[in-house]
């Protein structure tokens, strides 16, 4: 697509169920975040994937939060068990260095809220 | 490690006032910096870039010099609009690292007429 997208974009849980949030990043990018953006907060780094190699998980906040990268496109963020502390904005973003640019272009964000 | 440090907000500011949020960072290569901005309901979106030292980034009449000597990318706008209220962001990527990307916490600004 013309841009990275992000669904759902909105989601309500309940404390205690699992959730995914899914990325499409631009078609072609090798590189994909996922940040977290609890109200009037920065962004917080989670999870950096950069083609092949192995995933820089040092943002990940807990083992309830994981993700994926499937043929280097799209990605699932997971998280377990929620909690109502986990309700944020979560943006995706894809970037790529081959392309001549190292610029992020963030998808809409899924906003989450635990109850 | 890399960072990036910015201005704590809010500010606020009158329309047609003098903009400046001030941004440095901490790097171990050579670093391009960003500017994003966010505007209130929307999704992050790039505002301005410099890729090497002495570089301007502009964008929107918005303007940021990338400074190796003071490690500081400040933006700073000659006249700001109410449609100029956002949250701006400074991040830095890092090759050396791995194009990771450091952010700023974001500086709200609020113009009023």
């Known amino acids: 697509g013309a841009g990275v997208s992000q669904s759902p974009s909105n989601k309500v849980t309940e404390k205690g169920k699992d959730v995914e949030l899914r990325c499409d990043p631009i078609s072609g990018h090798t590189a994909l975040y996922w940040y977290r953006q609890s109200l009037g907060q920065g962004l917080e780094f989670l999870i950096y994937?950069?083609?092949?190699?192995?995933?820089?998980k040092s943002g990940l906040p807990s083992d309830r939060f994981s993700a994926e990268r499937t043929g280097g496109s799209v990605s699932t963020l997971t998280i377990q068990r929620t909690q109502q502390e986990d309700s944020a904005v979560y943006l995706c973003?894809?970037?790529?260095?081959?392309?001549?640019?190292?610029?992020?272009?963030f998808g809409p964000g899924t906003r989450l809220t635990v109850l | 490690g890399d960072s990036v440090t910015q201005m704590e907000g809010p500010v606020t500011l009158s329309e047609e006032a003098f903009l400046t949020i001030n941004c440095t960072y901490t790097a171990t290569g050579y670093p391009s910096l960003f500017w994003y901005v966010q505007y209130p309901g929307e999704g992050l979106q790039l505002l301005l870039k410099a890729t090497k030292a002495d570089d301007k980034g502009s964008n929107k009449g918005f303007e940021a010099t990338y400074r190796k000597e003071t490690t500081s990318f400040h933006l700073e706008k000659g006249s700001v609009q109410v449609s100029d209220s956002a949250v701006y962001f400074c991040?830095?990527?890092?090759?050396?690292?791995?194009?990771?990307?450091?952010f700023g916490t974001g500086t709200s600004l609020t113009v009023i007429p």
């Open positions: 994937f950069q083609g092949n190699s192995a995933p820089d």
């Open positions: 991040a830095l990527s890092d090759l050396d690292t791995g194009n990771q990307f450091y």
């Open positions: 973003a894809s970037s790529s260095i081959l392309a001549g640019t190292d610029t992020q272009y």
